[in-house]
């Protein structure tokens, strides 16, 4: 869970892109996260002391000024359905997470897509990962698992990343149908 320099390499990619396309199978996206969400994933299981726990949370929370940035990155987020449901942190901070993830997702650069669980398998289920379109010069990716993340930038790697999010974006629900599954998972949370 502490991020080393490959993580600050990609939230400089992160800070500076153009648009972002973002596949989370488990959580919700970092950019996304409120604290209250952020900290339970964190914290719970993890053998870091308090401090680092906070110092990631932190670090988390900071990242997401890229939002707010002028000019705002466009960012299109799928995850699946069973992110909605999983109880990161109790009723109370999942409810306050998904209202969250619904303010975020009536801005007009932010795209938020559910895959139901009714789609069973798919390609995504392989993990997660971001695409991120520079201003000048070619996409990047990051893929993240249990030790570090991994920034790639081979074309042919990158590609087929591109292939994997055209797969899982085809099985996502379109933005109405997700916010009121959205709306309705909130509401379940209370």
């Known amino acids: 869970?502490?991020?080393?320099?490959?993580?600050?390499e990609w939230a400089a990619i992160e800070r500076d892109a153009r648009a972002l396309r973002s596949f989370q199978p488990l959580v919700l996206p970092g950019l996304f996260q409120t604290p209250a969400y952020a900290h339970a994933l964190c914290?719970?299981?993890?053998?870091?002391?308090?401090d680092q726990v906070e110092q990631i949370v932190a670090g988390r929370i900071e990242r997401q000024r890229v939002l707010d940035r002028t000019p705002p990155p466009l960012i299109v987020a799928v995850v699946d359905q069973t992110v909605l449901e999983r109880p990161i942190g109790g009723p109370s901070t999942m409810r306050a997470q998904?209202?969250?993830?619904?303010?975020?997702?009536e801005r007009?650069?932010?795209?938020i897509h559910v895959v139901p669980k009714t789609v069973g398998g798919y390609t995504g289920l392989s993990g997660p990962f971001v695409l991120a379109s520079p201003f000048e010069g070619r996409d990047i990716a990051y893929l993240d698992n249990q030790i570090k993340g991994t920034v790639l930038d081979a074309p042919e790697e990158v590609a087929m990343l591109h292939e994997a999010w055209e797969a899982v974006r085809a099985e996502a629900l379109p933005r109405q149908q997700t916010l009121a599954l959205i709306s309705e998972a909130a509401n379940r949370w209370t």
Do not use: D, V
């Open 98 to 105: 998904l209202l969250r993830l619904i303010e975020l997702a």
């Open 43 to 50: 914290a719970t299981g993890s053998p870091l002391p308090p």
């Open 108 to 111: 007009p650069n932010i795209h």
């Open 1 to 8: 869970m502490p991020r080393g320099p490959w993580f600050r």
